[in-house]
């Protein structure tokens, strides 16, 4: 039988919180599992001063972490650090997880793999994967974008229950209310993983100008690109691109519609950004967010995110057991 996401990861809503790197810390970790879901504080870039300052942070609540698994193979002791503080679970994500996967297992630590396709899913289950994280292309932040979270979780549950592994499924991508929560349930999902929801709560490490961008957007403002990385100097592998909000600055510099920013303007793009980010200049600054960013209208605290969340998933489900099908 498979076991229950409350049971794996001491969750009593199946409500995760999405490592986002530079915007999930200590603080809004905290926050989510002491609301009844689960932290996970995002690595991303971080160097593992910043990352022991984050664990500090959240010093006395259970919380998890999420690493880009290509950035672990260039400092792999942030997985020591992790794994010393006995976090409740490691989240895997973008890249192979063969390396570290034993080692986690090995600790005790429940490893949770974020996929964004069926061959990546079977791969984490030979590496002992205990949670999978089903991505869906409509999520903020970096993914493939090749498949959409409606078609992609039913699938990674099916192989699941055809493989015969015990192992819960949560849904990635687009989830921010309780109408997306009662859908992914409703999918075969045991849980969602949320992240942009959760970016703009009042815990989340972003700036004003940020904030202000994602509380008046609208999902049809999302894109997926590189500019971002370019103009960053982070070199993410072949296949990648990340959802952000569209702005100036994206205009400005693909304008060719490629996602990247032409080498022969990297040098002044760079210099704009920078300056951009020191004023926080809303039409400058990077906001990642997914298409759900369409459905805030107003920052709150992550608790009442996960609470109303909760609730608001219960009703839609009494609702429908009086659907007309
Ligand atoms: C601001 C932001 C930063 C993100 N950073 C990371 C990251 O560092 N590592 C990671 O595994 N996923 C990251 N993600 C992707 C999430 O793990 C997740 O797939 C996504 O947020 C789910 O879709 P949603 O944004 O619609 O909730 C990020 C997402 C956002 C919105």
């Given at each position: 039988?498979?076991?229950?996401?409350a049971?794996?990861?001491?969750?009593?809503?199946?409500?995760?919180?999405?490592?986002m790197?530079?915007?999930?810390?200590?603080?809004?970790?905290?926050?989510?599992?002491?609301?009844?879901?689960?932290?996970?504080?995002?690595?991303?870039?971080?160097?593992a001063d910043?990352?022991?300052a984050?664990?500090?942070?959240?010093?006395?609540?259970r919380?998890?972490?999420?690493?880009?698994?290509?950035?672990l193979?260039r400092?792999?002791?942030?997985?020591?650090?992790?794994?010393?503080?006995?976090?409740?679970?490691?989240?895997?994500?973008?890249?192979?997880?063969?390396?570290?996967?034993?080692?986690?297992?090995?600790?005790?630590?429940?490893?949770?793999?974020?996929?964004?396709?069926?061959?990546e899913?079977?791969?984490?289950?030979?590496?002992?994967?205990?949670?999978?994280?089903?991505?869906?292309?409509?999520?903020?932040?970096?993914?493939?974008?090749l498949?959409?979270?409606?078609?992609?979780?039913?699938?990674?549950?099916?192989?699941?229950?055809?493989?015969?592994?015990?192992?819960p499924?949560?849904?990635?991508?687009?989830?921010?209310?309780?109408?997306?929560?009662?859908?992914?349930?409703?999918?075969?999902?045991a849980?969602?993983?949320v992240?942009?929801?959760?970016?703009?709560?009042?815990?989340?490490?972003?700036s004003?100008?940020?904030?202000?961008?994602?509380?008046?957007?609208?999902g049809?403002?999302?894109?997926?690109?590189?500019?971002?990385?370019?103009?960053?100097?982070?070199?993410?592998?072949?296949?990648?691109?990340s959802r952000?909000?569209?702005?100036?600055?994206?205009?400005?510099?693909?304008?060719a519609?490629?996602?990247?920013?032409?080498v022969?303007?990297?040098?002044?793009?760079?210099?704009?950004?920078?300056?951009?980010?020191?004023?926080?200049d809303?039409?400058?600054?990077?906001?990642?967010?997914?298409?759900?960013v369409g459905?805030?209208?107003?920052?709150?605290?992550?608790?009442?995110?996960v609470?109303?969340?909760?609730?608001?998933?219960?009703?839609?489900i009494?609702?429908?057991?009086?659907?007309?099908?």
């Amino acid at each position: 039988m498979t076991p229950s996401v409350a049971s794996v990861l001491g969750t009593t809503v199946p409500i995760v919180l999405a490592p986002m790197g530079g915007v999930a810390g200590g603080a809004l970790a905290a926050a989510v599992s002491e609301a009844g879901g689960l932290g996970m504080i995002g690595v991303g870039y971080a160097d593992a001063d910043r990352f022991a300052a984050e664990l500090r942070v959240a010093r006395g609540t259970r919380v998890g972490c999420g690493f880009i698994t290509w950035c672990l193979e260039r400092e792999p002791r942030q997985l020591d650090l992790a794994l010393d503080h006995d976090v409740a679970a490691v989240m895997l994500s973008f890249g192979d997880v063969e390396r570290f996967a034993g080692r986690i297992r090995a600790a005790g630590v429940p490893l949770i793999c974020q996929v964004p396709g069926r061959d990546e899913a079977g791969r984490a289950l030979d590496q002992g994967a205990q949670v999978l994280v089903a991505q869906g292309g409509e999520g903020g932040g970096h993914g493939t974008r090749l498949r959409s979270t409606l078609t992609l979780v039913p699938e990674i549950c099916d192989l699941v229950r055809e493989r015969g592994d015990p192992v819960p499924v949560l849904a990635a991508g687009g989830v921010a209310d309780g109408r997306g929560l009662a859908a992914v349930l409703a999918l075969g999902a045991a849980g969602a993983v949320v992240g942009t929801r959760f970016a703009a709560t009042a815990e989340a490490t972003v700036s004003a100008a940020a904030l202000e961008r994602m509380i008046r957007a609208r999902g049809d403002d999302t894109l997926a690109t590189r500019v971002y990385d370019d103009v960053r100097g982070v070199n993410w592998p072949d296949g990648y691109t990340s959802r952000v909000l569209r702005s100036p600055f994206t205009d400005t510099w693909d304008k060719a519609g490629t996602g990247r920013v032409p080498v022969e303007c990297l040098v002044e793009a760079t210099a704009r950004y920078r300056d951009g980010v020191r004023c926080d200049d809303p039409d400058t600054i990077v906001v990642t967010a997914g298409e759900a960013v369409g459905l805030i209208h107003r920052p709150e605290s992550a608790a009442t995110v996960v609470q109303v969340m909760a609730a608001e998933a219960r009703a839609v489900i009494d609702t429908l057991h009086g659907a007309p099908v």
